[in-house]
């Protein structure tokens, strides 16, 4: 079974501060890897997935993630974050294996303040 | 393309009262998910479909029906609410194609269950 752990459950952080959110997953085998977004009110859009290749991903916003797979890690940066990304962010595994099911993390809200 | 689109927008029933959400999208995906989203509790998934006529239980399935007739559409039964179902549903859908296969979600059903 595959399962994903996302450790900060509510971040602070003032506008240009760095971000990092830390999620890790288990699953024994090839993994797609996906961060989502969820903007107050609205629903989750993609940030960036990781596929194969290039374990350093980069998505939209200037959000990057860099996936470790000796440490099963997917954490998800950016540099300098602004008051429009307070939003909760999700991070979600699927294990690649006849069929997709993925498992998303319980999120992080992230609450940026001017 | 309108992606994902769900009915109704927002509903209220009472305990016993049985509804139907529908879920429709344009992207011509074989896999359709519903998730319910509670605060702290991330998404869970309810159940799911991988093709026109098959779905599958999620991780938590109970007190909930699906089914898909058509390839385009999946629909999400309460026969007899309970308030521990006031939640806010989410669907999605998704390419078979690993490349491909980010989940679009709808914009959700908020649902009280009085």
């Known amino acids: 079974a595959q399962s994903v752990s996302q450790h900060n459950h509510h971040v602070i952080l003032s506008e240009a501060a760095s971000l990092e959110l830390g999620c890790n997953y288990s699953?024994?085998?090839?993994?797609?890897l996906f961060w989502y977004v969820q903007y107050p009110g609205q629903h989750l859009q993609l940030l960036l997935k990781?596929?194969?290749?290039?374990?350093l991903v980069k998505g939209i916003k200037g959000f990057e993630a860099e996936f470790i797979k000796s440490k099963f890690s997917f954490n998800l940066r950016k540099p300098s974050v602004q008051w429009s990304d307070t939003a909760e962010y999700f991070c979600?595994?699927?294990?690649?294996?006849?069929?997709?099911?993925?498992?998303f993390g319980t999120g992080t809200k992230l609450q940026v303040i001017p | 393309n309108a992606g994902v689109t769900q009915t109704p927008k927002f509903r209220v029933l009472k305990t016993g009262q049985s509804m139907t959400l529908l879920c429709a999208q344009d992207?011509?995906?074989?896999?359709m998910y519903w998730y319910r989203q509670d605060p702290g509790m991330g998404l869970r998934l309810i159940h799911y479909?991988?093709?026109?006529?098959?779905?599958a239980k999620g991780e938590v399935p109970d007190g909930y029906n699906v089914s898909r007739l058509k390839k385009q559409n999946f629909l999400l039964g309460l026969e007899s609410a309970a308030p521990s179902q006031t939640s806010v549903y989410f669907c999605?859908?998704?390419?078979?194609?690993?490349?491909?296969?980010?989940?679009?979600f709808g914009p959700g059903t908020r649902l009280t269950v009085l």
């Open positions: 990781y596929f194969s290749g290039d374990p």
């Open positions: 979600a595994v699927n294990g690649y294996g006849g069929y997709q099911k993925v498992t």
């Open positions: 992207m011509n995906h074989e896999y």
């Open positions: 999605a859908s998704s390419s078979r194609d690993r490349g491909l296969n980010e989940q679009f």
């Open positions: 479909s991988v093709g026109e006529g098959t779905t």
């Open positions: 699953y024994g085998g090839t993994v797609n």
